[in-house]
């Protein structure tokens, strides 16, 4: 059993951190007040010196976040995504992602149950226009920026869920044209494992059979960068994931179109 309470991850001048609340404490720190905290899960968990740090962002919720993407959305391995120019206009940007897909249907099912209803996993892009994103355009609900028509591709493989289990040491990288826009070790960067976040969504909910379930991207997408960055007409995303395989498809805008902000 791992050796924490109230696990919470932050950012603290840019870093990411993990601290323990203990059971102690009834109340998620403010941002801005100082927190011992840990440079990685593993420290935390063996106890080792911690550092003072303030907290700047607190990026993890209580549950996974949910909403649906619908079946138009879908899109195959090696298929060029055409965006429309309502969507070009609108910040278009890449999620790398791992998928896994349910072998049955399942309602109210617990964590420990969970992965007995899990057939296999393959990687997902969850593309995404980040205007709609954004708190005034969105009043919280991310469905629209996510549930645009080829929003989904999904592929290449589906690897059976006996063989990819843990997907120990696996890593997702997130290429755009050649250039690696997201790079982690999927076991350590997770916030919600695949049998939490069926668990979570299941309860008083029917999940069917051979529904497919993105897990949450890592840091790297392109509203986050320094300067910003989205998709352009050509644009050709690569998302990785070690023991499944590349998912690769091409981004076409209308002519004459392209993104910035």
């Not at 991310?142 to 696996?170: E, H, Q, T, W």
């Amino acid at each position: 059993m791992p050796n924490f309470t109230r696990l919470i991850r932050f950012e603290s001048a840019g870093k990411v951190l993990f601290a323990d609340l203990t059971s102690s404490s009834s109340e998620i720190p403010s941002l801005g007040s100082n927190i011992k905290a840990y440079t990685t899960f593993e420290s935390l968990i063996n106890n080792e010196e911690p550092v003072e740090a303030v907290v700047d962002k607190l990026n993890v919720p209580v549950n996974p976040p949910a909403w649906t993407k619908p079946s138009a959305s879908l899109a195959s391995p090696e298929e060029d995504i055409h965006i429309s120019r309502y969507c070009a206009s609108n910040f278009p940007d890449w999620e790398g992602e791992l998928v896994f897909v349910t072998s049955k249907e399942c309602r109210d099912v617990t964590p420990e149950e969970a992965n007995s209803y899990i057939l296999g996993y393959t990687i997902g892009n969850d593309l995404s226009c980040r205007v709609f994103q954004m708190p005034e355009q969105n009043g919280g609900q991310f469905f629209y920026a996510k549930a645009f028509d080829k929003f989904a591709p999904i592929g290449p493989v589906l690897v059976n869920s006996a063989i990819y289990r843990n997907g120990d040491g696996a890593r997702l990288t997130t290429r755009v044209n050649g250039e690696v826009m997201q790079s982690v070790e999927i076991k350590k960067d997770v916030i919600f494992s695949p049998s939490q976040i069926l668990s979570f969504i299941s309860q008083s909910t029917t999940i069917p059979a051979y529904t497919a379930i993105m897990t949450g991207t890592p840091s790297g997408v392109g509203v986050f960068k320094k300067p910003r960055r989205f998709l352009q007409n050509d644009d050709v995303v690569e998302v990785e994931i070690g023991g499944i395989g590349v998912l690769r498809n091409r981004i076409i805008f209308p002519e004459s179109q392209e993104s910035t902000m």
